[in-house]
Every structure is written in C-alpha cells, then in structure tokens.
C-alpha cells in the first residue's frame, strides 16, 4: 500500500471539514478514517510530528486512479465505481445529485475505455436482485454498452458520455419499480403500467429539478423508449433522436441477458441473433453485436473438452474467445480457474450456457486471477 507523509498534501486538509482521505500512523494503524474531521491546528500538527500518513490513491481522483492502476486492482475498481453510483442513484431526489451522478460517472467511464473486455464483462455479471439495486445494475448494463457501441460507431466524446449518462438516468424515476417487476410473478398491475407509460416524463422532470441543463440528454430520456415506426411511448413519435434510439437498443439487448422470475438470461448468442432478426439492417445494432460478439466476456460457455468456462475477454477471432475453465471435464469444480486457449485444436467452444441448474456466478474476486492475467 504506497502511502505519502501527511506533511505533503496538508493544503488537503480543511479544519472542521471532513478528510478527504483515512490518515494512518507510520506503521500503518489507522487514526482517522475518511470522513473523520480536524478539529484544530494544533491537533495537524501533533498528527505531522508523529510522522502521519496517507494512503497515496486516496489523494489521486478517481478517474485517473482508474487510467492508472496496474491492471490487477481494475476488478476491485469497477466494485468500488459501482458501489459509487449505486449511491448516487439511490439518492436522486437529494441535494446535490447532479454532481454527485458526475462524480460517479467519470470513474466508470474510465473504466471502460481501459478495458472494455472487463466493461463488457460487468454488463453480463448478474449483481443485484431487489428493487433500487436491481434498477441501478440495469441502468448501468446498460449506459455501458451505450457507451461501447457509440465508440465503434465513431461518436465523439461529448456524445459518448452522453450515452452513458442517459442509459444511466433515463429510468432514474423507476428505479424501485423495475426491482418489484423484477421478482413478481404476475403481470404488471394498472398502476405499474401506469408507471412504467409515464416514466420517461417523470425521470425528466427528476433530472431538471437536480438542475440538468443539456438539451440532447434531457432529450434523449424522454425519447428513450420511442421508435423509428411509431409503435413506442410515451407520443409515438418517429422522429427519434439518435442519441435515444442508441439507448434503447442498448436496454434491450442487456434486458435480454438479464434474468428475471419469470425467465432465464438468454445466452449472448442468442440475444444477439434476436437483435439482428427484430431489427435488420440498422447500424446502430449491427454495431452492437459486433462488440460484444458471439462469446462475449461473462458468457458460460462448454468446451469441445467438456469443462465449463467462462469468457473472460474477446480472442484473436470471433470464435476464440479467450477462456477460464471453472470445472475440468468431468464437472468437478477447480480450485482456481484455468485460462484455456479456445483456439488449441480440441478446446474450441462447443456451446454457449446459461447458469441454470442452480449454479451461481462466482464471485468476482475468485475470477481476478483469470480476468487480469
């Protein structure tokens, strides 16, 4: 854990104000954490003299942490992002959201131009399960893959992140809700319809009150779940920006990959086939399975060898992903995941599965190795 001396980054510290960072003693005891407050000059001083010290990643924003760490903490980065905008989300009717949904967005954003492997691999782990979570992990499945795609459409920047903010936020006033409709068995009640119709309105009316000012990405959410031939809501319009009708592909193919009481996730290839068939021929959803493939990262797949894998990046062709073995060829589950060359005659990819059968992810941490390598 690299640490500075207190003594450098003083001008940091605001008396009575909270830490911007956790102050440790020399040997690494921790004295005050994050958040804990200086009270006095006198109390910096005595702090310094003994030689206090911080946690040298603590002082660098979180963004360039994400450009910069080695590639092994990426894994426990995207937790701590995600965790950062589960946050911000569930705090949306607070003060100050506006710049705390900024805060949460940049780290991520960087993580996803470091390593879109890992990126497209968060966008097929299922996370959460219960409402304002549940909510929250779809909204970031699917700002993510906005966000991907608008890259290999050659989107600049500003629109880029505009994707991402509107995938984000263009279901910021039903967050609950979609946990609820999530675990229920039944149809969506009249007034859960009712909800769902007018959603697109409400979360505009949500992102203006926290003081949203751009024009395209208020836009966009109230044009997130319209389409080109009329048939959407809430106005059935045709003329669709292009910022919303990207979103929307977007959330549509991630729902697909994303389970639900009534449902299984469809395995990639299957949701990707399902995209070209209902929309042919567009270039924003030819894009998007372009990216993520036939065998994305996060898909299960079955070897020709017999183990259970697990993709975790994209191969030197569409049909050698690279792979981790987390069962050996009989079933039995291996102490750590093993890569595998997809490419090795014999060890090709037979088929894509779904967990099924009771099986869970592993988690993350337990792929580290794997994803990192």
């Known amino acids: 854990m690299p640490l500075a001396p207190l003594a450098t980054v003083q001008h940091r510290v605001q008396l009575g104000q909270p830490l911007p ?5 020399a040997d690494g005891t921790l ?15 005595a702090l310094m003299a003994r030689g206090a010290v911080v946690e040298l990643h603590a002082l660098i924003d979180a963004a360039t942490l994400a450009r910069q760490a080695p590639r092994r903490q990426l894994p426990g980065l995207w937790n701590e992002a995600i965790a950062r905008l589960d946050q911000a989300l569930a ?17 991520l954003a960087a993580l996803v131009a470091r390593d879109p492997d890992l990126a497209i691999f968060q966008v097929l782990s299922e996370r959460a399960g219960a409402d304002v979570a549940y909510g929250a992990r779809r909204s970031l499945q699917t700002a993510v ?18 994707a991402f903010k509107v995938g984000l936020t263009m279901n910021l006033s039903m967050l609950e809700l979609q946990g609820q409709l999530a675990r229920q068995a039944a149809p969506p009640s009249p007034a859960q319809r009712q909800q769902l119709q007018t959603h697109p309105m409400r979360s505009l009316r949500l992102l203006e009150q926290a003081g949203v000012a751009d024009p395209l990405w208020l836009e966009a959410v ?36 994303s389970s639900r009481s009534t449902r299984e996730a469809l395995g990639a ?12 021929g567009h270039p924003m959803t030819a894009a998007l399975v372009k990216e993520f493939g036939i065998f994305p990262p996060g898909c299960h797949v079955r070897l020709q060898s017999g183990e259970l894998a697990i993709v975790v990046a ?18 039995r589950t291996l102490s750590q995941p093993e890569r595998v060359d997809t490419a090795a005659r014999g060890r090709g ?20 190795a794997a994803l990192v390598s």
Do not use: N
Request: hydrophobic share 40%; with cysteine; proline share 5%.
């Open 21 to 25: 960072f956790g102050v440790r003693d």
């Open 145 to 162: 893959t906005a966000l991907l795609v608008s890259r290999r459409l050659g989107w600049d920047d500003a629109d880029g992140e505009r």
């Open 349 to 368: 990819v037979a088929a894509v599965e779904g967990l099924g059968q009771g099986r869970r992810p592993l988690p993350l941490d337990r792929l580290m």
């Open 222 to 257: 109230l044009q997130h779940h319209e389409v080109e031939d009329s048939s959407g809501y809430p106005s059935g319009r045709s003329d669709v920006c292009d910022l919303a009708s990207l979103v929307r592909r977007a959330d549509v193919y991630t729902s697909k990959l």
């Open 314 to 331: 994209r191969g030197g062709t569409i049909m050698t992903p690279v792979v981790a073995c987390l069962t050996d060829a009989v079933g």
């Open 269 to 280: 290839d299957l949701a990707g086939r399902q995209m070209f068939l209902q929309d042919p």
């Open 91 to 107: 705090a949306h009717a607070a003060e100050g959201f506006a710049a705390a949904l900024d805060a949460a967005t940049a780290p």
């Open 31 to 45: 004295l005050l954490a994050r958040g804990q407050v200086v009270q006095s000059p006198t109390q910096l001083q």
